[in-house]
């Protein structure tokens, strides 16, 4: 089956604009959780969606937000962009909440801030 | 392809041999430890879980070591492959109260080349 898939897989903004990324599961998944990989901070938890509804939130600020869909697929936005939000954001499925299952993760979306 | 990381610990094996690759954890609730690798250019992929009631767990040419006095966690591969070639990461998980609450860490990662 198809694995996780993301989009755009790049992108490029500017400081002060905003940014909507999307996830779509492993079909039958229902958490997708979305994770920020920087060289220098590694791999962050941003926050997992199950069900439509925010069920766990990492320490981010809220310019970052996201929701998830009947279907499943997930958005993530983040408004107001600094240059430090340079970043390989993935997102994680899971067939139930991701606490101590498997996770899929997708490509990733490279967004550059200049 | 994607650069997951600079200044990373770096190990270089060479084909065949096996390889160690370690890692300090930092939180003593934490109950739950998995090891993901990250080929370039890709999201991570899942290696292998450990519960804190275990010690030790063996895959297919893969063994997790726990150790909980010292809070450490090893991955081993056994006769290493060029396609093992990847950025390794740990990561633990301690759950907090209230429904699907946890909190999920993950190391820096370790770079494994091998050398054919």
């Known amino acids: 089956k198809a694995g996780v898939t993301q989009t755009p897989r790049y992108l490029i903004k500017t400081r002060g604009q905003q940014v909507t990324l999307s996830c779509s599961p492993i079909?039958?998944?229902?958490?997708v959780s979305w994770y920020q990989q920087t060289p220098g901070q590694g791999l962050q938890f941003l926050f997992e969606?199950?069900?439509?509804?925010?069920?766990n939130k990492g320490n981010f600020p809220g310019r970052f937000s996201g929701r998830q869909f009947s279907n499943s697929r997930s958005e993530m936005n983040v408004s107001t962009l600094e240059l430090g939000d340079s970043a390989l954001y993935l997102c994680?499925?899971?067939?139930?909440?991701?606490?101590?299952?498997?996770?899929?993760f997708g490509p990733g979306t490279r967004l550059t801030v200049l | 392809g994607e650069s997951v990381g600079l200044h990373l610990p770096t190990l270089s094996v060479q084909e065949g041999d096996n390889s160690i690759i370690n890692c300090a954890y930092s939180?003593?609730?934490?109950?739950?430890f998995i090891w993901y690798k990250q080929e370039s250019g890709k999201g991570p992929q899942f290696i292998i879980d450990?519960?804190?009631?275990?010690d030790k767990r063996q895959g297919q040419r893969v063994t997790v070591l726990l150790n909980k006095t010292v809070k450490h966690l090893s991955l081993q591969i056994a006769a290493t492959q060029p396609g093992d070639s990847a950025v390794y990461f740990c990561?633990?998980?301690?759950?907090?109260?209230?429904?699907?609450?946890?909190?999920?860490?993950f190391g820096k990662g370790t770079k494994l080349s091998v050398i054919p």
């Open positions: 994680a499925s899971s067939l139930e909440l991701a606490a101590y299952n498997e996770q899929f």
């Open positions: 079909s039958g998944h229902r958490s």
């Open positions: 969606y199950f069900s439509e509804t925010q069920r």
């Open positions: 939180n003593s609730a934490s109950d739950y």
């Open positions: 450990i519960r804190s009631n275990m």
């Open positions: 990561a633990e998980e301690a759950r907090y109260s209230g429904a699907g609450s946890y909190q999920l860490t």
